[in-house]
């Protein structure tokens, strides 16, 4: 299935936290697509759906979109799209934008073309192409940027196209446009893939060129590179330079790229906890969670756990998930816990997207250890925690879904579960997807996979993996054991462990259920 854009700006997914729009496009909130002022006659229009006076800002903007005035009809656009005021209807947001793009609104090209940009149609697609091609010949910076993002997500193309990407952000770049600047720089660094075009040197220049331009976010960029990058690229002194220029225009984040190259490649942790706590004082999160880190292990001063807590603290009231997070592990960690305060540590970091949290919070649920036992609670935070990569929460679900356990018993859930902790080197859940080979549960039974997998386990440090391999290969023939050596050979190539094959039309059979690890207890 083709991926579906949002409706939000394209860029700002990819720009987020790190970039400022140069134009008003939609960045998240319901007023971000709405121009930021007029001195035309739809002013008083604009202000009052600002205000949230959706009804009265539609009164006012019809008789003006009547004439043809372009802001007036941009509302009208806006309010059919997000249904404030007026009913939804894609179909008459379509046309109002489309009116307002003819009379000149260029962000009405925009939010058109991010609508169809979503569409499953490729016609609607190829539209919206031909819509940014034409703004580009005016406004290369914005309309050059939103194609290069297009086609890096394949939207425009059969696959993503890297080719066409460098066209249309090298367009936008050369109008001057500091967040295309940016993302060419990130694109050569290979952090949207296509690994085989990193070119470290191209980055670099992308990275100076937008600092050159005064955008503070880059200058920080660049000077972390040159401290901290390949030491092909390094250059103390430019980049002590960038990083002081980005200091004087407020950039704090420059204190924490100063403190990594004290702590990482000077080696100098009282020079790197200075830096930090500089940022610290200035109110960046990151230099304060480095400092408490400091004070609470001794790095760069004296252990001084109180004054680490505090700092921790400071974080947390900053708004930082992580800080709740660390909060939360350092008080459950007391002899007598207050299960009340760690568990609202955990829910803010959770919430806050902290994959850790999730974990430990669902393991809070499940175990009653808050007066009284939530299962479903503990499943929903696993499954998001699971979904975040963490192998810990796929393996602990897994046996779950195993046992029935909170969840309806279910083998296909169990086995990709299993597999998706065991392809990141998990070995408890190695050695669970072995037994469900070796048991036939959920799928055929498989004593070659099983012993490769068993065997690949006990690798991993599962110390109950290596008797039952041993237990297999007593039954195996030289043909076997053979064809066992090239499954584990092959799973190491990076053949990836399979889950159960047949799950859906094969039943579980009770009596060959496997002994697996129980879920993890916090």
């Known amino acids: 299935m083709r991926f579906k854009i949002t409706l939000l700006s394209l860029c700002s997914v990819l720009l987020a936290a790190q970039l400022q729009a140069a134009v008003s496009l939609p960045v998240g909130d319901s007023s971000a697509a709405i121009p930021a002022e007029t001195d035309g006659p739809a002013k008083e229009a604009l202000q009052a759906f600002k205000e949230g006076r959706h009804a009265k800002a539609i009164d006012l903007a019809k008789p003006l979109a009547e004439k043809g005035n372009a802001d007036a009809l941009y509302i009208l656009g806006y309010a059919h799209e997000t249904g404030q005021g007026i009913e939804a209807s894609r179909d008459k947001a379509l046309d109002y934008y489309r009116k307002a793009g003819a009379a000149g609104h260029k962000d009405a090209t925009y939010r058109l073309s991010f609508i169809l940009l979503a569409s499953e149609d490729e016609k609607e697609r190829t539209q919206a192409r031909e819509a940014l091609e034409k703004a580009a010949k005016d406004d290369p910076a914005v309309a050059g940027r939103i194609l290069g993002e297009a086609y890096l997500r394949g939207v425009l193309s059969k696959e993503a196209d890297f080719d066409k990407t460098v066209f249309w952000w090298t367009q936008a770049s050369n109008a001057g446009d500091v967040p295309s600047v940016l993302l060419l720089a990130r694109l050569y660094e290979g952090q949207f893939g296509f690994a085989d075009k990193k070119d470290a040197k191209k980055s670099l220049d992308f990275y100076s060129k937008a600092a050159d331009l005064g955008n503070a976010p880059a200058m920080v960029a660049l000077g972390s590179r040159l401290l901290n990058g390949d030491e092909k ?106 299960m009340l305060l760690c568990y609202g540590h955990l829910l803010v970091a959770a919430s806050g997207g902290v994959i850790d949290a999730q974990h430990d919070l669902a393991l809070l649920y499940i175990s009653g250890k808050l007066a009284a036992q939530d299962a479903a609670a503990g499943v929903a935070w696993l499954t998001r925690a699971a979904q975040g990569g963490n192998a810990q929460s796929q393996f602990t679900l897994a046996g779950l879904y195993l046992e029935g356990n909170g969840v309806q018993r279910n083998m296909n859930n169990a086995g990709q579960l299993y597999s998706l902790a065991a392809n990141q080197g998990h070995a408890a859940a190695t050695f669970a997807l072995a037994q469900l080979h070796g048991k036939g549960v959920g799928t055929d039974v498989n004593p070659i996979k099983a ?62 259920k496997p002994t697996l690890p129980a879920p993890v207890k916090p």
């Not at 004290?262 to 080696?267: A, L, M, P, S």
């Not at 004082?281 to 004070?295: F, I, K, N």
């Not at 050979?489 to 059979?509: C, E, F, S, V």
């Open 233 to 338: 690229i390094r250059n103390e002194k430019q980049g002590r330079e960038w990083l002081k220029r980005a200091i004087e225009k407020k950039e704090n984040s420059a204190y924490l790229a100063l403190g990594d190259f004290e702590e990482n490649v000077k080696k100098d942790p009282k020079a790197a906890l200075a830096a930090y706590e500089r940022g610290r004082d200035a109110g960046q999160v990151d230099c304060m969670l480095r400092t408490a880190e400091a004070y609470i292990e001794g790095k760069g001063t004296d252990k001084d756990a109180d004054r680490g807590m505090d700092v921790l603290e400071s974080a947390a009231k900053a708004g930082s998930p992580v800080a709740h997070y660390r909060l939360a592990i350092k008080r459950l960690a007391a002899e007598k816990p207050d």
């Open 451 to 512: 012993w490769a997998l068993a065997t690949l386990a006990d690798e991993r440090g599962e110390k109950s993996a290596k008797a039952y391999a041993t237990e297999l290969e007593a039954k195996f023939d030289d043909k076997q054991k053979a064809a066992a050596k090239q499954e584990l050979a092959d799973i190491k190539a990076g053949k990836a462990p399979k889950p159960a094959d047949k799950p859906a039309d094969k039943p579980a059979d009770p009596n060959a």
